[in-house]
């Protein structure tokens, strides 16, 4: 049977819904009361559903006592799946499911209580002489059929339809099981271990120990030997970095805030140093000769004071490429000047690299 021809016998909760929009196109009574008592249906067809999957799954758990029995439960179940679940209850949970209908019908409802009011009274009125054992004291019979109608829908979908799905589970996770013990049986047939445990079990406490004996000579020429520790070794766990990428917006920067910035970029650049400026300098604080002292550097602006307080900073930086460096050698003395009280005296000598390690002439 193709899944296009499968058509379940209950159709309640669309022919409530169908039953509605007809009373709502052509005002006849009976129809309305045809969506009263479809809507009453759909509440039964969820009880008589739900108590046979219970009862389905007690009789499953009745049925595996034996490998028999478990296999005759099996079939029942796919029987069950193949006859029963396709045709109706899958149908009941998606086809004619209360909770696809259920806001069509709601809509319906809400469009019949909009309508106008020589409609509504011509309804009352027939549905009075139609169904007089539901008239009610001071109650519109129109407003309690719709209202009945609105909580069964909601009844269907937020308790019954919940309930027929935790049944549904709990049967197929009963079958599950017995279709794993059967899987188990299976396997066991062909494997003595089982027979043998219980054939030992009915031995006496001797016999046992002499036959466990027997077994253990025999597997007396096996060779069992531990593990080389150095040849098992944990791998870590390697962990995943985490890239932020979301870009948030700062917001408006004050002015102070961007003045102090400014003025720390300033300070930066007006006290920065480079090695390149320093050799510059000495250099031309040299004025042809190989060797001069702090002490007698020239100190003509603000970049010449920071120039030589850095100046012995030159030993730490020599190019490779050069055939020269600067030794610096400290004196002992101390002097001072118009900038600085007190410092140490160092003499600066530029000489070539293989007048400083003659050994390198050999490599």
Known sequence: MGASSVRTRHRNTRNTLNALEAFLARGEVHDLMDAYEYSERIISDFTDVIAELEERKRELVRQVETQLLVQQATEHFFEFMEKRFQPD???????????????????????????????????????????????????SLLYFVLDAIEIRMRNAAELMLPALRRALQSFTKRADIIIRQLSYLTSQRNNSVVDVCRDLAQLGQAQQDQILALAGAQLSGLNLRWLDPEQVRLQQKRQQRV??????????????????????????????????????????AMAGNNKVSTKDLPLLSARDVLAMSHAVETASYQAVDSEYQFVVTPTGETASNEYFDRFDVFDIELIKKSETNPDLEDL
């Open 89 to 139: 209850v899958s149908i009941r949970l998606s086809a004619d499911s209360v909770e696809k209908h259920r806001d069509g019908i709601q809509s319906v409802i809400d469009k019949i209580r909009r309508k106008r009011k020589d409609f509504k009274r011509e309804a009352e009125l027939k549905l009075r002489e139609l169904a007089p054992e539901l008239v009610q004291h001071n109650q």
């Open 243 to 284: 890239l932020y990428t979301r870009i948030e917006d700062a917001g408006e920067i004050e002015d102070d805030a961007l003045r102090e910035v400014a003025l720390q970029q300033q300070l930066d650049r007006a006290f920065i140093t480079h090695n390149e400026g320093l050799h510059d300098y000495l250099i031309t």
